[in-house]
């Protein structure tokens, strides 16, 4: 098994939240609201941006802030942000991350008077990082097999951000 650096591993998870944007978005308390968000990233804060109104449900959930997670799964990595969740209206971030697929969601536009957005400063992670395309997963699945040792197939890495 491979192992990682915090920088390493802290790249690789941020390229892919860039790289493919949604993940599942969720409370770690009661109510448990999980659903798939659109993640902006802020590399140099640690900190991820999703559009949302005001009057949904998870928005209404979060309050003054609650403690949330980050479902990432793509080819390459696997990961669970920890951080912390709070709504905040920011026009500048609005219209940095504007594009065509946000407005699909927002009939209004930017000054819909509902549209708003959720903040997540995380905290820590866990991530798997895979490094096995479709050859290499079938051979280390077959020598497992075949030797009884598990399959070398990535690495696994717990990141703290602060």
Known sequence: MKTYDQAEAQ??????????QTAMLGLDAAPRHTQPMTAFLERD????????????DLA??????????????TKEVQAVVHGWLTLEYDRERIDRYWNAVVAAWYPDGKDDP???LLRLDCEQAEVWISEAGPIRF?????????????????????????
């Open 11 to 20: 790249r690789r998870l941020w390229d892919q939240i860039e790289h493919h």
């Open 60 to 73: 209404r959930a979060v309050g003054d802030g609650r403690a949330a997670h980050l479902i990432l799964q």
């Open 138 to 162: 079938a051979w280390e699945i077959a020598r497992a097999n075949a030797t009884g040792e598990r399959p070398d197939l990535g690495g696994r890495k717990s990141l703290d951000f602060h």
């Open 45 to 56: 804060k640690d900190r991820l941006w999703f559009f949302t109104r005001s009057d949904t």
């Open 114 to 116: 509902s549209l708003t």
